[in-house]
Structures are given as structure tokens and as C-alpha cells.
């Protein structure tokens, strides 16, 4: 992946809250597209490994989570979090992470990812198939800039972050 390239065009199944739905889950589904949340907006998208993962929730999610602010000073409309999990336990981790500034994006499928070529297997964690570690600038569906851990590659033995950390985006942004 690199600059100029537009992301794929994919329908992401999710689950949204409704007040007219009674009872202890008001929520629906509702198909988001690629241009629901990228057109007409200059973003941050960054994808990780997985939900519930300990440097995506300890490090990465709160980073973008916490720096919310200054990246909108810097021209970032939106950032966006997207793992291939489902949205059942996208948004359970949102709500684990009392998000308020970053949203989630579920590819349970895996198919954004696929066509990102950030899929890799994960089967020596566990995981089957994820996201490789990775953040992109993304203006009107187009990437900026791109930001891809070292050494993608199936069952890969470690978890490298730093490329694609809030920090790393911010230096970017600051030029």
C-alpha cells in the first residue's frame, strides 16, 4: 500500500444503537460503506490485530483515543479504528474503552483488509486470519500517507508497533 491509492469499496455489516428497539439490546444492523466513512473527510485509519489485544488496548486505541484533540487541530476530521472482528465485539471493546473520539469500524470478514493486503494468518496465536499492524492519513477515500509495522508476514512470531503509532502520526502531522 502506499500514497494515491483509493481504498476498496467494501459494505461493512454493523450494529447500531436504536432508542425505538425496547429491551436490553436497542440495537440494529445497519451497512456502512467505504464512502460513508471516508468521503469528503480527511481521517486517520489505523488497524490492528485485534479487539481486547494488550498494545492495542493498552497503547495504540487510547493513544488516538487521548490525542483526539490535536489531531483536529491538525486537519483530521475523524479516526478510525478497524480490526477483523465483528461488530458484537467491536463495539463491546468501545465500550470497554469508554470511547468517545475514535470510532470503530468492524471488518468481520476481513475483506477491507484482504483488499488492503494487510491480511495475514494469525493461526500460531490463535487468532486465524487479522490485520497487520497498520495506520493510514486518508483524504476523501484517497491515502495520504501510509504507516505499515516491519516484517508483515504470516504467524510472524512478534507484534512490532511504532510506525504506526499516534505518536509516530502526530510527528507526520507536525511536519
Not at 500517507?145 to 510527528?171: C, I, M, Q, T, V
Request: glycine content about 10%; some cysteine; proline content about 6%.
Amino acid at each position: 500500500m502506499q500514497a494515491g491509492v483509493t481504498l476498496p469499496n467494501i459494505t461493512f455489516r454493523t450494529r447500531v444503537r436504536d432508542e425505538s428497539i425496547e429491551g436490553p439490546n436497542p440495537f440494529r444492523w445497519q451497512d456502512m460503506t467505504t464512502a460513508d466513512y471516508f468521503a469528503g473527510k480527511r481521517v486517520i485509519l489505523f488497524s490492528l490485530p485485534g479487539a481486547f489485544t494488550p498494545t492495542c488496548s493498552t497503547y495504540q486505541l487510547p493513544g488516538f483515543e487521548n490525542n483526539f484533540e490535536q489531531f483536529k487541530e491538525l486537519g483530521i476530521d475523524e479516526i478510525y479504528c478497524m480490526s477483523v472482528n465483528d461488530s458484537f465485539v467491536m463495539n463491546a471493546w468501545a465500550r470497554n474503552q469508554e470511547l468517545k473520539n475514535v470510532k470503530v469500524i468492524p471488518d468481520g470478514s476481513g475483506e477491507f483488509t484482504r483488499l488492503m493486503g494487510m491480511l495475514v494468518a494469525k493461526d500460531n496465536l490463535g487468532f486465524g486470519a487479522r490485520s497487520w499492524r497498520y495506520a493510514a492519513i486518508v483524504k476523501d477515500g484517497v491515502v495520504e500517507a501510509w504507516f505499515e509495522e516491519p516484517g508483515r508476514e504470516d504467524n510472524h512470531g512478534e507484534d512490532p508497533y511504532g510506525e504506526s503509532s499516534p505518536e509516530n502520526l502526530l510527528k507526520h502531522l507536525q511536519g
